[in-house]
């Protein structure tokens, strides 16, 4: 079977389709967007009646734009080398549209030559728009292919059927959010709306619903009665590279913790759903949400901690710190690490502290989400000369992705050591192929009409109804930058505040 379908859910239930990129010269574009096209086209998941527009502001022919894709699959598809047999074939159904994005004409010419695209390669009026472009584009966009007809009143149109996908950030607060949401709104329908995350079209974020509700053996123990806290980290090798402009608006909280730890946070603690329709997992992970205690002033100070990296060392190589970096301002008051602590009011989680953490030029790449379990009791082994590590569970989003659980176990010989051991599964290993791109699936889906893994406009609400407060306080309050050296775990007091609660940082 290919690793994206499932049964009952095969390329041949999508509707044929164009699919248009707007911002189609764009980094995301290269590096993302085309090789998951290109994988899913060479798999045979892509409807036999497909075409793809780049729509963009600079001149170049539809020969030019597909020579440059194809160096952008080759450097990026995840299989190699490219099928040049395939790629000869499926260059032909790539197209590109230059215009800027305010400009009538430019829709108007869309949608005569989306028209000739129907005709000609059988795709019969179904669209989908993909923004990859600056959220203030968003509205406008949306607003010019509402007006050409270029998107469909949902309630009028039966036999074919529109869609866009919206990258993020949606929003950089809940007020500009809610206005960016109403902005949208006016032109297009809920349904229609395809807020992506690719972090939830990863494998094994994707797993979370069949590991926890498909495995009573843990979803019986997934609860305060058994689960001491929980952490998830997101931490990056990497500093902001060529990305100083764009950080200097957003910072990590915004582009990363809102969208993809809020994901995960309501993944990992959400009730099961009564069935596996979109609706009705959203709407769990939505009440997820709007159970998290909100801050207070106390909060601010002892569980909200930001820190800036500043020059070290990341594999023994000197980097400089983020002041230092391209385009960034050289007293620049932006967070490259945050970490958290919050607790979600409900039955099944009450008392349990979920602790987030989330940085730039931390030691390592990883992605975790670490269950940890409280501890067995202590009087078997009271004289035992060191303390029993607890169970944890490890579901790694990155890199090796996979699933591991730490155990006790005793060690060969009269004496009777215990020590931990780690069980490990891996995806890559176990099922001898490397697992989709988060893209592929993403874009899937949204031919799919299946909204299931991207974002509905009340979870992003929520999620900035918890975090609004901490930028607020933020803006008003400057901290002493920068507080982490390159190379490390991020700044002390976040060890501190995990630390007054008896519990260290872990990556398993």
């Known amino acids: 079977m290919n690793p994206l379908e499932e049964p009952g859910r095969t390329s041949r239930t999508i509707d044929p389709c164009v699919l248009v990129i707007f911002g189609a010269t764009g980094d995301l574009t290269g590096r993302r967007l085309v090789p998951a096209i290109y994988q899913l086209g060479r798999e045979g998941l892509l409807p036999s009646n497909f075409a793809c527009v780049g729509f963009a502001r600079r001149p170049k022919t539809d020969e030019q734009f597909r020579g440059e894709l194809k160096e952008d699959i080759i450097a990026h598809s995840r299989t190699k080398p490219i099928d040049e047999t395939f790629w000869q074939s499926f260059q032909e159904q790539i197209f590109y549209h230059q215009s800027d994005f305010d400009v009538d004409e430019g829709y ?38 509402r007006k050409f007809n270029l998107i469909y009143d949902v309630r009028e149109n039966e036999e074919r059927w529109s869609r866009v996908i919206i990258e993020k950030p949606f929003g950089r607060d809940f007020a500009s959010s809610a206005e960016l949401q109403t902005s949208i ?24 619903l069949v590991f926890r509700f498909a495995n009573s053996i843990f979803e019986s123990i997934w609860n305060n009665k058994h689960i001491d806290h929980v952490q998830i980290t997101v931490a990056e090798e990497l500093g902001i590279g060529t990305r100083g402009a764009f950080f200097e608006e957003e910072g990590l909280l915004r582009d990363i ?229 390159s190379g490390t775990w991020g700044p002390a007091n976040a060890d501190e505040m995990i630390k007054k609660d008896g519990r260290t940082w872990r990556i398993l």
Not at 189 to 205: A, F, N, W
Request: charged share 20%; hydrophobic share 35%.
């Open 185 to 208: 709104q006016k032109n297009l329908h809920e349904s229609q709306t395809y807020r992506i995350d690719h972090y939830l079209g990863k494998e094994t974020v994707q797993n979370l």
């Open 108 to 145: 108007q010419n869309l949608a005569r030559r989306l028209s000739q695209l129907d005709t000609r390669h059988g795709t019969r009026g179904n669209r989908i728009f993909y923004l990859s472009v600056p959220p203030k584009y968003f509205p406008l966009i949306i607003e010019k292919l």
């Open 257 to 485: 913790v809102q969208n993809h730890m809020m994901q995960l946070v309501s993944l990992v603690a959400m009730e099961p759903p009564v069935n596996l329709s979109a609706s009705a997992v959203r709407d769990e992970k939505v009440k997820v949400l709007q159970s998290i205690r909100p801050f207070t002033q106390s909060d601010f100070k002892e569980n909200v901690i930001r820190g800036q990296y500043g020059n070290g060392y990341i594999n023994g190589e000197s980097v400089p710190g983020y002041r230092q970096e391209a385009n960034v301002n050289p007293n620049s008051a932006v967070e490259t690490y945050v970490a958290m602590r919050l607790f979600i009011d409900n039955w099944r989680w009450a008392s349990v502290p979920f602790y987030l953490r989330g940085g730039k030029r931390l030691p390592k790449r990883a992605t975790e989400i670490a269950i940890t379990f409280k501890d067995a009791p202590g009087f078997l082994f009271q004289n035992y000369d060191r303390k029993i590590d607890p169970n944890v569970l490890a579901i790694r989003i990155q890199p090796n992705e996979g699933i591991a659980l730490k155990i006790n176990c005793k060690i060969p010989g009269p004496s009777s050591p215990i020590q931990p051991v780690k069980m490990d599964f891996r995806y890559g290993s176990y099922f001898g192929q490397s697992p989709p791109e988060a893209y592929e699936r993403l874009i899937w889906d949204s031919m799919l009409g299946d909204n299931t893994l991207f974002a509905r406009s009340d979870e992003v609400a929520s999620s900035w109804k918890i975090l609004t407060p901490v930028l607020e306080y933020w803006s008003n309050n400057r901290s002493e930058f920068p507080n982490y050296s």
